[in-house]
């Protein structure tokens, strides 16, 4: 089915451990997205990309480093994981016409740092 | 920054009941977009509002715009178990077509009990 793929689906790290989180897309979409959602928190943007090679931060940067080396894939990197980045965090993409097919989310990853 | 408030957060009714949620800012916006997202599952766009004062139908659901573009509202006639799940809005500030993110409300959770 075509659509946001994220993996792995589960994860626990210690303190300290690094990790890659990766979102893999087959729409063609330009534009991705990395979300971290946490209760009473809503979904907050990490950071995101608008095309193969370019990154930007969204509002919750730190902690965290992104690579889209190919167009398909956003990959999200935490290098040295703390308790504060337990989450469930969301990959979404996006074509250029928002307006009429919206954000595809992948099913979410959630991650435990212990 | 915006500021962006879902009511209420929490919303617990019968099933066949009518409820109304809401989504307010201080900030006025090109469009609106809400998206359900159920358990164990990424946001799903429902509709996108661009006009101010626009109603869109979904069957039972009825999305409106504010006529200052500030606020929208989403009512639902005759819950259904099935519409449980976290409700959010997401507004959309420059040109639809071309804004390159968005930010989401912190949503309201529906529960429907049967």
């Known amino acids: 089915n075509a659509g946001v793929t994220q993996t792995p689906k589960f994860r626990v790290l210690k303190t300290g451990q690094s990790m890659t989180l990766l979102c893999a897309q087959d729409?063609?979409?330009?534009?991705m997205y990395w979300y971290r959602q946490d209760p009473g928190m809503g979904l907050r943007l990490i950071h995101y990309?608008?095309?193969?090679?370019?990154?930007a931060k969204g509002e919750v940067p730190d902690g965290y480093n992104v690579s889209r080396l190919k167009k398909q894939n956003f990959l999200l990197g935490l290098e040295s994981a703390a308790p504060s980045q337990t989450s469930v965090y969301f990959c979404?993409?996006?074509?250029?016409?928002?307006?009429?097919?919206?954000?595809?989310f992948g099913s979410g990853t959630r991650l435990t740092v212990v | 920054t915006q500021l962006l408030e879902q009511s209420p957060q929490f919303l617990s009714i019968q099933e066949g009941e009518n409820l109304t949620v809401y989504c307010n800012s201080s900030?006025?916006?090109?469009?609106l977009q809400w998206y359900r997202q159920e358990p164990g599952e990424g946001p799903v766009l429902l509709v996108t509002?661009?006009?101010?004062?626009e109603v869109k139908k979904l069957k039972r659901l009825t999305f409106q715009f504010g006529d200052a573009r500030k606020d929208s509202s989403l009512h639902i006639t005759a819950a259904q178990p099935g519409d449980t799940g976290l409700y959010l809005c997401?507004?959309?500030?420059?040109?639809?077509?071309?804004?390159?993110?968005?930010?989401f409300g912190k949503g309201t959770r529906l529960h429907i009990l049967p």
């Open positions: 979404a993409s996006k074509r250029e016409d928002l307006r009429y097919y919206g954000y595809t």
């Open positions: 729409m063609n979409h330009e534009y």
């Open positions: 990309s608008v095309g193969e090679g370019t990154t």
């Open positions: 900030s006025v916006f090109s469009s």
């Open positions: 509002v661009v006009t101010g004062g």
């Open positions: 997401a507004p959309i500030r420059g040109h639809v077509n071309r804004d390159d993110k968005i930010i």
